[in-house]
């Protein structure tokens, strides 16, 4: 028997490790495909791993109608992955126009709708996503041009659960190149999506000049210490926000809102913390609340000089009243 190329190894290994942590007994496993190398190379490997595993798995690729042909490369997927013993395998069409921001982000919020629902229908143990070392590194170098702060310097989780469906990143540890290779060595042809090499977009351009300049200047290493650098803060983050979790109980006040006192004497990073997840669950969306909004609030605590109330997003009003912050009508 040949010998199994290393590519290829290292999808399934990465796929292995990342499907045996899921509780049993399980539903089926389904891979997002986009018919790219890295989504197509993560299929062919659960196709593989899968059974293997004693779980059942299946694919579905968005058709989101933006380009000529994106229907029947769609058809082309599914078809190859029913060959594959990928079951289900479907395609679904989302309609993107007439949604909120930009069409890159439109098309996303359809394309994770549609995944989330496939997911429900099939009772689906996990959507497996097919990002990889690079696609993290990107991640992390925009957040830091960005100022993202630590939630965005922690990258993309390989688990998280999102309206109640987990999705799983089992490749951000294999690099694009590995997820290339593992589909030559076993003869597929990715499709080539326009808007990954498209300038327009933020992470097409750091994709094509701002990583490989960084890599010229300071060595290959750098993608994967990018990734490295994910990784680490996000164990320092997830620390942090369980700290302000009990921190965040530990203060409510029996009247509602939350003790001042309790609040000053949390460490600063543990209460912008507190002070965003109860932003939170006033009803602020955390796409808005900025670091002015937690800055105002800060300030009623650690800087209190009878000042008014602060306006957050969504119209709400907190004040500070008898050493609470509370939410004012
Ligand atoms: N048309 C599609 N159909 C199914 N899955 C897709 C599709 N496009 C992308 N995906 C999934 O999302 C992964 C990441 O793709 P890509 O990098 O193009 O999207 P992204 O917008 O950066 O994703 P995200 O928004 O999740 O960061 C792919 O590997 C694949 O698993």
């Avoid at 190398?37 to 293997?52: C, E, G, I, M, Q």
């Avoid at 992470?203 to 094509?208: G, L, T």
Wanted: charged share 20%; hydrophobic share 50%; aromatic share 2%.
């Amino acid at each position: 028997m040949a010998p199994l190329p290393p590519p290829v190894a290292a999808v399934r290994l990465a796929v292995r490790r990342a499907l045996a942590r899921l509780p049993r007994p399980a539903g089926p496993v389904l891979v997002a495909c986009s018919g790219g190398a890295d989504s197509l190379a993560l299929a062919a490997a659960t196709a593989f791993v899968a059974p293997r595993l004693g779980l059942r798995a299946g694919l579905v690729t968005v058709d989101h109608g933006l380009q000529a042909g994106s229907a029947e490369r769609a058809t082309e997927v599914v078809e190859w992955a029913a060959k594959l013993g990928l079951t289900p395998a479907e395609v679904a069409t989302v309609v993107v126009a007439g949604r909120a921001g930009g069409p890159e982000a439109a098309a996303r919020a359809a394309r994770y709708e549609a995944l989330l629902a496939a997911a429900r229908r099939h009772e689906a143990a996990a959507v497996l996503l097919g990002h990889t070392r690079d696609d993290q590194a990107e991640t992390v170098l925009l957040a830091l041009a960005r100022g993202g702060g630590p939630r965005g310097l922690a990258g993309m989780p390989s688990l998280r659960e999102l309206d109640g469906v987990r999705l799983l990143r089992p490749l951000l540890d294999v690099s694009r190149d590995e997820t290339r290779q593992a589909c030559a060595a076993i003869g597929l042809t990715p499709w080539e999506d326009p808007h990954n090499a498209d300038p327009s977009y933020a992470r097409a351009r750091v994709r094509s000049t701002g990583l490989p300049a960084l890599v010229e200047a300071l060595g290959p290493d750098v993608v994967d210490n990018l990734a490295r650098t994910a990784r680490l803060v996000a164990a320092d983050t997830a620390a942090l926000d369980s700290l302000a979790r009990a921190a965040l109980d530990a203060a409510r006040a029996p009247a509602g809102g939350l003790r001042v006192e309790a609040l000053a004497a949390l460490l600063p990073a543990v209460r912008t913390r507190v002070l965003h997840a109860w932003a939170g669950e006033l009803g602020a969306p955390a796409a808005a609340f900025s670091s002015r909004h937690v800055a105002a609030l800060d300030a009623l605590i650690t800087d209190w000089h009878g000042q008014g109330a602060v306006h957050l997003p969504a119209g709400i009003l907190v004040a500070r009243r008898d050493g609470r912050l509370t939410r004012s009508p």
